[in-house]
């Protein structure tokens, strides 16, 4: 992983060599501090909490953006703390836990299990998290996963996005729902709604608003594609685990 860096005042990233992943954590009152995500192998989770101790910050509160298994761990060393979640976010922690289990077994394996996807529903959309710290607002929407939240940090427009507006990868969705395409547009559409100075995908680079908006208008033009059959000229089809979502996605959705 590499070392938090502070990518805005009170804003602090790392990013694991496994998938891109970011950790990100919001600097709050008296040393404490609020963390999402954090990921993704356990000797990141583990570097991550001695970086914040020798920063002289503790966690306070967490907070999961999905329910996927790269999105709910978490370590002792990062303390016991409340961690939130949306509300579908947990419904599915708690029903699928078993192979939410599995999945952390198989990619990354050395985690603290009882501690993975222990999470507690944040109050209803809107909310704010309850913590000390600068106020972060849950964005939640059905896009990529049931009850995905995106933070949004007001004091600094800052969107922590989940696993949305990336620039490495195409938008993945939840293809267990009616309408896939339907859903992920309106989170989209709610994020672009929002004042973004900077955006800190779940997986990829931190970029500004120029970019967070180009980085927008990509996922719109590859979901027109996709809904209307074509072939997307999408400058992410680039690996092969992508190229291989993309077709299993075109598949569902035209058969």
Sequence with gaps: MHRLTEVAAGLLVATSDVYVTTSTVVVGRDGG????????????????AADLAEAGLRPTIGFATHPHWDHVLWCGELGDVPR?????????AQRERAALVASIQAAAPGHQLELCGQLTAVGPDPAVLPWAGPDALV?????HAPGHSAIFLPDTGTLVAGDMCSDIEIPLLDLTVPDPIGDYRTGLDRLAALPVRQVVPGHGTVAAEAEFRRRVAADIGYLDELARGADPRDQRLTVDWLIDQHEQQFRQLHG
Excluded: F, K, N, W
Aim: aromatic share 4%; proline share 3%.
């Design 33 to 48: 501090c609020l963390v999402i995500d954090p990921a993704v192998t356990g000797s990141d989770l583990r570097l991550l």
């Design 84 to 92: 939130y979640a949306a509300r579908r976010a947990v419904e599915v």
């Design 139 to 143: 964005v939640t929407h059905d896009g």
